[in-house]
């Protein structure tokens, strides 16, 4: 995940996190993932969001325990735009969430639970 993504800002209310971040379209696993197309890997777009709540919760390294769903809706394109990620958080660290586009368009829901490790 290293240099994978930025947060641009970060709030939160009613216990719903909200992030805005821009993904590197240099990170090294766009060489592969396609090649003059690049696209979010969905295990990338997964460990965004678990990034997102390590930092929500002030807790890392944490791993992903149970994935519930996760529903890809349109791809995720570094293409230097801000994504929107949303979501809350249990103190059982079960989350919800999805990420949106500047547009407001839901490119993926997820729900799954974290542990520490």
Do not use: W
């Not at 800002?9 to 993932?33: L, M």
């Not at 997102?52 to 735009?81: F, N, Q, W």
Request: with cysteine.
């Amino acid at each position: 995940m290293e240099d994978f993504y930025t947060i641009l800002s970060s709030s939160s209310a009613d216990g719903t996190f909200d992030y805005d971040v821009v993904i590197n379209p240099e990170h090294k696993v766009f060489k592969g993932h396609f090649p003059g197309k690049p696209v979010v890997p969905g295990v990338m777009s997964l460990m965004l969001m678990r990034s997102c709540a390590e930092h929500a919760a002030g807790i890392s390294p944490t791993r992903i325990s149970e994935l519930k769903d996760a529903v890809y809706m349109k791809p995720i394109t570094p293409d230097g735009k801000t994504l929107h990620v949303s979501f809350t958080l249990t103190e059982n660290l079960d989350l919800k969430g999805q990420i949106a586009d500047e547009n407001s368009d839901v490119l993926v829901k997820t729900r799954f639970s974290l542990v520490k490790e």
